[in-house]
């Protein structure tokens, strides 16, 4: 098993910055998880269903969203077993919960969630 807790979720203006954390425990998981799994993030905004958002795959070739491609980057840390969201030029749009996912031998794992909230 690995449990998925997102973090760093906020309250920012348009234009503004978040960087969000997921980090990944548990007996199933490693150190170097995020490096040798395809890793996502998606979004789930009131009213509307879950949209995939980002994705990274082993040595490094990521992929993302049209809408965010150019302010968003997804990233991870072996060392402490942790991927990265980092989120610029944050637009009204962009308001939504946000999951990480990873997928371990074919199985999906998910956490519950961190907020961003973007004002206009």
């Known amino acids: 098993q690995v449990q998925l807790v997102e973090s760093g979720g906020g309250l920012v203006q348009t234009g503004g910055s978040l960087r969000l954390s997921c980090g990944a425990s548990g007996t199933a998981s490693s150190s170097n998880v995020f490096s040798v799994n395809t890793a996502k993030w998606f979004r789930q905004a009131p009213g509307k269903q879950r949209e995939w958002v980002a994705l990274m795959t082993p040595h490094g070739p990521t992929n993302y969203r049209e809408s965010v491609r150019g302010r968003f980057t997804i990233s991870a840390d072996s060392t402490s077993n942790t991927m990265y969201l980092e989120m610029n030029n944050l637009k009204p749009e962009d308001t939504a919960v946000y999951y990480c996912?990873?997928?371990?031998?074919?199985?999906?794992?998910w956490g519950p969630g961190t907020q961003v909230s973007v004002s206009s």
């Open positions: 996912n990873i997928e371990i031998h074919m199985k999906p794992y």
